[in-house]
């Protein structure tokens, strides 16, 4: 059965289970190790790149692509696909970490970096926080602070290739030092907050923030 077409029960038992998770604390070991540790505590390594959302994968063709930037801005904006493509375009290799414990290691990226965003979009000053919606439905947050950092992107192409439908494509955010929920899959808005708004998952029990090292799975 296709994602698109699984029964609303599917994705009701997937959140009731993860929700779940969060009360029982799964999979927390209670160490800490610093960003030097490659692998952070409690994950384990794999060599392929296994698949999680909210039981739809959203069908975005690069014609229907549209990415909002709006919010404490001086210059709201929709980019279409063409005008995305003519901004700046950068390379990343780095590790990415899923909380549901698994770390991939070596991952080539490719897209517009997080600061050619924010030169387009013009910050007004109170701007502190980042909202995230994609066309599932999803949300997260982040800080401006995690979000503007250097290693992050928009990210379009992996090992190469456009990134597939299944991870997120056409266009996903890529924000690999924190766990992997923070990277919002088929994102069609950037909101620029002065306070923080929780998104689907830290409604739910998980942590504001998640950073690996530190094992901020849950809230």
Known sequence: MAQDDAPPGIRKKLVETKQAWARE???LTGHTAP???RLPPGQRLVTDWP???LGIQPE???DTFRLKLDGLVENPVTLDWAWLQDLPQE???NDIHCVTQWSRYDNHWQGVPVAAILDLARLKPGAKFVSFEAHDGYTTNLTLDDFARPENLLAHRWEGQPLTRQHGGPLRVLVPHLYLWKSTKW???ISFLAKNAPGFWEERGYHDRGDPW???RYG
Request: proline share 10%; net charge negative; glycine share 4%.
């Open 60 to 62: 975005v063709t690069p």
């Open 91 to 93: 390379d990343r290799l």
């Open 25 to 27: 604390g799964r999979l």
């Open 187 to 189: 994102v069609r808005r």
């Open 214 to 216: 530190l094992e901020e």
């Open 35 to 37: 960003p030097e540790q």
């Open 51 to 53: 698949v999680l959302d």
